[in-house]
Nanobody, 129 residues
Framework: QVQLVESGGGLVQPGGSLRLSCAASGFIFENYIIGWFRQAPGKEREGVSCISTKGGITYYATSVKGRFTISRDNATDTVYLEMKSLKPEDTAVYYC??????????????????????WGQGTQVTVSS
């Protein structure tokens, strides 16, 4: 049974940092693209960042580039999202998701499409003073 469990969310002041984790189980982790997505109230879901199977290719949405860093540890089946210089507009529920690389698609294209088969329950990130 595929399972993705996010952790690390919380309340942080503007300019602060958080590190999200996504622990995976029930599938061959190293064969899957992993993505972080977020959804704020009243807004569409956004692909924040995605990482290739071995971690060599990453994609970031323009809104987070330079502030967020995605990484993965295939030895422990875990993906991380390091978030720095957080802004109030980063407030959202953050989800991790897993999908095999689709034929003809880049990591960026998959992140933008957001058509991932397996999703976690999400973790709330609130940036407020």
């Amino acid at each position: 049974q595929v399972q993705l469990v996010e952790s690390g969310g919380g309340l942080v002041q503007p300019g602060g940092s958080l590190r999200l984790s996504c622990a995976a189980s029930g599938f061959i982790f190293e064969n899957y693209i992993i993505g972080w997505f977020r959804q704020a109230p009243g807004k569409e879901r956004e692909g924040v960042s995605c990482i290739s199977t071995k971690g060599g290719i990453t994609y970031y949405a323009t809104s987070v580039k330079g502030r967020f860093t995605i990484s993965r540890d295939n030895a422990t089946d875990t993906v991380y999202l390091e978030m720095k210089s957080l802004k109030p507009e980063d407030t959202a529920v953050y989800y991790c998701a897993a999908e095999r690389l689709k034929s003809g698609y880049s990591v960026q294209a998959m992140c933008n499409l957001g058509d991932f088969a397996s999703w976690g329950q999400g973790t709330q990130v609130t940036v407020s003073s």
